[in-house]
């Protein structure tokens, strides 16, 4: 199994986010402000497959701040064992948001939640989700900056 360098993996994850991700309408927490959901501008991903999108609502994800954004992954798609250094609240918006803990993909380990759900999740907690019963939007919140490190390094879609 090839082995990757975790620092220089963040470190060219932050570069990719920082040049496709970040959008305009990101709000930041000191002055008031609004995203209506029909203007939530959804972007592709580097870290994630390429069906899979990603909206910055809050803050600037590749800082050292507070961030909130959300994902949406299409019925069906995977996304293989992974951790974030950073803690995580996640919120189900819509659909049913499966989430295994472990650091191999294992469909018996993993837990169904609802809309209106709350998840926390510590950093470097190995995990991994998959769009089982169709979409799912989800929240969230964190303090950057966001990082995702793949347990095996064919999963990342980066190498493909």
């Known amino acids: 199994m090839k082995k990757i360098n975790k620092f220089a993996q963040t470190v060219s994850f932050v570069a990719l986010l920082s040049a496709t991700v970040i959008k305009a309408q990101s709000l930041t927490e000191t002055k008031?402000?609004?995203?209506?959901?029909?203007?939530?501008?959804?972007?592709?991903?580097?870290?994630?497959?390429?069906?899979?999108?990603?909206s910055v609502l809050v803050g600037d994800p590749k800082n050292a701040e507070s961030y909130t954004v959300r994902v949406k992954v299409p019925a069906g798609l995977k996304l293989m064992p992974h951790i974030h250094p950073e803690n995580r609240i996640y919120t189900v918006i819509s659909g049913v948001f499966y989430i295994g803990i472990g650091k191999e993909f294992d469909p018996s380990k993993l837990k169904a939640y609802?809309?209106?759900?709350?998840?926390?999740?510590?950093?470097?907690?190995?995990?991994?989700?998959?769009?089982?019963?169709?979409?799912?939007?989800?929240q969230v919140s964190a303090t950057g900056p966001l990082g995702i490190n793949y347990i095996h390094s064919e999963d990342d879609p980066r190498n493909k």
Not at 41 to 46: E, G, T, V
Not at 116 to 126: D, E
């Open 114 to 138: 609802p809309p209106g759900s709350v998840i926390t999740l510590p950093g470097n907690t190995p995990h991994f989700h998959w769009a089982k019963s169709g979409e799912y939007v989800t």
């Open 32 to 54: 008031l402000g609004e995203i209506f959901p029909e203007d939530i501008q959804w972007s592709s991903f580097p870290a994630f497959p390429p069906e899979a999108r990603l």
